[in-house]
């Protein structure tokens, strides 16, 4: 593939952008400036820089944000900035976009791509990826109320009950809530029909993957073979 087309499928812009930016020296290849834009090149993780900024050659883009509080997932925010902020430009170039929403106050796992038949997968809700969020609720959560979370509760807009598939005490208002489907506020609505209230909400895990200790919140990092691995396991 020839330099300024493979820059061009990594989301520096068009080929003409892409050109100039070689031709400007802003472009090294395995360390090497590079100010030939038709240079061809073995695309395959090919480990390339634009302006001192290491990037590596990826197909698709699969990511994992660290979700702060304060911001919204919608490609068109209206009251908060959008997670499409912290990520550097060259990925919203290339469409990368949030699979699923969380809540604008919601914090932790959030997956983006850039490839629709991943983000269909899962999302669609008959694959049942499961989600475990870790529950902060206002008021110390009965016993009782774990066990409705357990066998369904009906939330205000449904005629058939909702059940976690998992739901494991932590301490006395804190909680580990597994579900597999994705509706609006579906945890906090759950909550709300068991008779309490979330406080706090961080989604810690799809699917096998969790939310790595060593991300802070507002960064990113790319997903290796081995997280996409995890992420079907779960
Ligand atoms: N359930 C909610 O209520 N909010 C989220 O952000 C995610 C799941």
Redesign the pocket.
């Given at each position: 593939m020839q330099l300024e087309r493979l820059l061009q499928s990594q989301g520096f812009g068009s080929r003409k952008v892409c050109r100039a930016l070689i031709r400007a020296e802003a472009v090294s290849v395995r360390g090497q400036p590079c100010d030939d834009p038709f240079l061809e090149c073995d695309p395959e993780g090919l480990e390339f820089s634009v302006d001192g900024q290491p990037w590596r050659y990826r197909e698709k883009a699969y990511l994992m944000l660290h979700k702060p509080t304060g911001y919204e997932c919608s490609r068109a925010p209206r009251d908060h900035p959008g997670v499409l902020s912290l990520l550097p430009s060259p990925l919203l170039t290339r469409g990368v976009q949030p699979v699923g929403r969380?809540?604008e106050d919601?914090t932790g796992l959030l997956l983006l791509s850039d490839d629709g038949v991943f983000i269909h997968n899962l999302i669609a809700p008959k694959r049942k990826v499961a989600k475990v969020?870790e529950v902060h609720a206002k008021h110390p959560m009965a016993d009782e109320q774990l066990a409705a979370l357990r066998t369904g509760v009906l939330l205000h807009d449904a005629t058939e009950p909702v059940a976690a598939s998992a739901c494991e005490r932590i301490s006395e208002r804190v909680f580990l809530l597994t579900v597999t489907e994705g509706r609006y506020?579906?945890?906090?609505?759950m909550v709300a029909a068991a008779g309490n209230r979330?406080e706090d909400?961080r989604?810690v895990q799809v699917g096998g993957l969790k939310l790595p200790d060593d991300l802070p919140a507002g960064e990113w990092r790319w997903l290796e073979t081995a997280d996409l691995a995890r992420l079907a396991d779960g």
């Open positions: 969380l809540d919601t969020y506020h579906q945890v906090k609505r979330v909400l989604r």
